[in-house]
T-cell receptor, first 116, second 118 residues
Framework: AQKVTQAQTEISVVEKEDVTLDCVYE???????LFWYKQPPSGELVFLIR??????QNEISGRYSWNFQKSTSSFNFTITASQVVDSAVYFC?????????????FGEGTQLTVNP | DAGITQSPRHKVTETGTPVTLRCHQT?????MYWYRQDPGHGLRLIHY???????DKGEVSDGYSVSRSKTEDFLLTLESATSSQTSVYFC?????????????????FGPGTRLTVL
């Protein structure tokens, strides 16, 4: 069975600090997909990124970057120069390639608080 | 933003009453999902649909049923609501699924429905 672990329940930083959110996953499939979602205080879920298991290139989007390492089954998310608007709950999720419906298994989320 | 609406957005009901939540999409996506979000559990899949009248169970399907008579609508029904079903319910849609190579399988979520069962 697939599983996603986000060991950091809460993180608090001061604005402009860099912060890394950890995500460790378990799967038996050789083809799978990893995702990050953001849930701001308003409650909606915002899609941030999708990564395929066969593409280990790291990705950068503005202040956001993602480090995918199959050797350690990790898909970590770094926010550079954090801002107050980054305060949210961040979820990592996994979808196995062979199952129907592309069901997502979510981690429990990391609450990030960026203080001014 | 993906065109996904959920209704109602908030509902308070009593134990034992039936409740139906509606998810409506304007994206014409084939796949639709219902999740519930509870503290300490992240989001968990209740049911999903891979086409009109085609549905399957997720990991927490007990006490829930779904129906999809049109591409754009996916209904979640609690036949007899219990206090353990107090939660925030999210609908999601996706254009494709993981097993389709190169498919756009990211899911986009609706705004959520907060359900309280007294």
């Amino acid at each position: 069975a697939q599983k996603v672990t986000q060991a950091q329940t809460e993180i608090s930083v001061v604005e402009k600090e860099d912060v890394t959110l950890d995500c460790v996953y378990e799967t038996r499939d050789t083809t799978y997909y990893l995702f990050w979602y953001k849930q701001p205080p308003s409650g909606e879920l915002v899609f941030l990124i999708r990564r395929n298991s066969f593409d280990e290139q790291n990705e950068i989007s503005g202040r956001y970057s993602w480090n995918f390492q199959k050797s350690t089954s990790s898909f970590n998310f770094t926010i550079t120069a954090s801002q107050v608007v980054d305060s949210a709950v961040y979820f990592c999720a996994l979808s196995e390639g062979e199952t129907s419906g592309s069901r997502l298994t979510f981690g429990e989320g990391t609450q990030l608080t960026v203080n001014p | 933003d993906a065109g996904i609406t959920q209704s109602p957005r908030h509902k308070v009901t009593e134990t034992g009453t039936p409740v139906t939540l509606r998810c409506h999409q304007t994206e014409n996506h084939r796949y639709m999902y219902w999740y519930r979000q509870d503290p300490g559990h992240g989001l968990r899949l209740i049911h999903y649909s891979y086409g009109v009248k085609d549905t399957d169970k997720g990991e927490v399907s007990d006490g829930y049923s779904v129906s999809r008579s049109k591409t754009e609508d996916f209904l979640l029904t609690l036949e007899s609501a219990t206090s353990s079903q107090t939660s925030v319910y999210f609908c999601a849609i996706s254009e494709s699924v993981a097993r389709v190579a190169g498919g756009l399988n990211e899911q986009f979520f609706g705004p959520g429905t907060r359900l309280t069962v007294l």
